[in-house]
């Protein structure tokens, strides 16, 4: 029997890519760009960084830097005052 050791099989190409449900930013889309402003006004905005739920979504998945994750937390809390935003919990509507 002539067993080939060397099979010419491989696995070609890049490895297995595993898929996240979220994308990750390198950089904060404020910080990339600055004509972006932070606005409790605009909920347009602010629902990049708030779940289904109405929850704001962490850091570490938004990307965001600390700085603006702050203002960010920030307009949330005032745009949920006005009733821009859902608050987490009360405001459930499926
Ligand atoms: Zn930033």
Redesign the pocket.
């Known amino acids: 029997m002539c067993a080939d050791e060397r099979t010419p099989q491989r696995s070609t190409s890049s490895g297995p890519r595993k898929k996240r449900p979220f994308q990750r930013r390198k950089v904060?889309r404020?910080?990339a760009d600055k004509q972006v402003s932070i606005d409790y006004k605009d909920p347009r905005t602010l629902r990049y960084f708030v779940s289904e739920r109405g929850k704001i979504i962490p850091r570490r998945i938004s990307g965001?830097?600390s700085?603006?994750q702050r203002e960010i937390t920030e307009a949330i809390k005032r745009a949920r005052n006005i009733a821009l935003l859902p608050i987490a919990g009360s405001h459930a509507t499926p």
């Open positions: 904060c404020f910080c965001n830097c700085k603006h």
